[in-house]
């Protein structure tokens, strides 16, 4: 089982359209992180989310903590075809830093 | 500032035979991680240290794997003997420490793949 669930597994979208991406624990962490990794490079840190409802903004890419921080979720306004990847969630539990299974987004131009 | 130096970044040997990765932190990272990722799928923990000692090896195949890191600076995964299902990237990643969220920097990767 893992510790942290995202949703969906894939995701196919036109260039232009929007997409989220969800992260879910069952247990509350004290900061959640996401990530980009592309074919054949590692995991790429994109952001950290530290405080409960927390909102941060990277230029189209939306990132929200839940008020309980024990989810998170990643939105995207007008995909491009640059934002294609494997997006992973992770977060600290007993010092070890623990990543869900991701989700495959796939931009068609 | 140089970034996480894995290498190499290929591999393929026979099952059975031994293999090892090296990774080399970036300067004054406390913490770092072994993972293994199968294609498609999120990283797997191996093994964590933070400077020289283990936070964490529960999903280290013992019987088969083994990782070191000696003065707490550049790190080696071994593998002996290899099984097919050992195919995968074995990334590894490095962090300033506990108190900084464990945001980790990983490096490129190597891809083994057993036959």
């Known amino acids: 089982t893992q510790l942290l669930e995202q949703s969906p597994q894939f995701l196919s979208i036109q260039e232009g359209e929007n997409l989220t991406v969800y992260c879910n624990s069952s247990?509350?962490?004290?900061?959640l992180q996401w990530y980009r990794q592309e074919p054949g490079e590692g995991p790429v840190l994109l952001v950290t989310?530290?405080?409960?409802?927390e909102v941060k903004k990277l230029k189209r890419l939306t990132f929200q903590f839940g008020d309980a921080r024990k989810d998170s979720s990643l939105h995207i306004t007008a995909a491009q075809p640059g934002d294609t990847g494997l997006y992973l969630c992770?977060?600290?539990?007993?010092?070890?830093?623990?990543f869900g299974a991701g989700t495959t987004v796939t931009v068609r131009a | 500032e140089a970034g996480v130096a894995q290498s190499p970044r290929y591999k393929i040997i026979e099952k059975r035979q031994s293999v090892a990765f090296w990774c080399n932190p970036i300067?004054?990272?406390?913490?770092l991680y072994w993972y293994q990722q199968i294609l498609g799928q999120g990283p797997k923990l191996l093994i964590q240290?933070?400077?020289?000692?283990?936070?964490?090896d529960s999903q280290l195949p013992k019987d088969r794997f083994s990782a070191e890191r000696l003065k707490g600076v550049d790190s080696t995964l071994k593998i002996q003997p290899a099984k097919l299902e050992d195919s995968a990237v074995y990334l590894c990643?490095?962090?300033?420490?506990?108190?900084?969220?464990?945001?980790?920097?990983f490096g490129q990767g190597t891809r083994l793949t057993v036959v």
């Open positions: 990643a490095s962090s300033l420490g506990v108190s900084h969220r464990l945001e980790a920097f």
């Open positions: 247990s509350v962490f004290s900061s």
């Open positions: 989310v530290v405080t409960g409802g």
């Open positions: 992770a977060g600290p539990n007993d010092y070890k830093l623990s």
């Open positions: 300067s004054g990272h406390a913490t």
């Open positions: 240290f933070q400077n020289n000692g283990v936070v964490d």
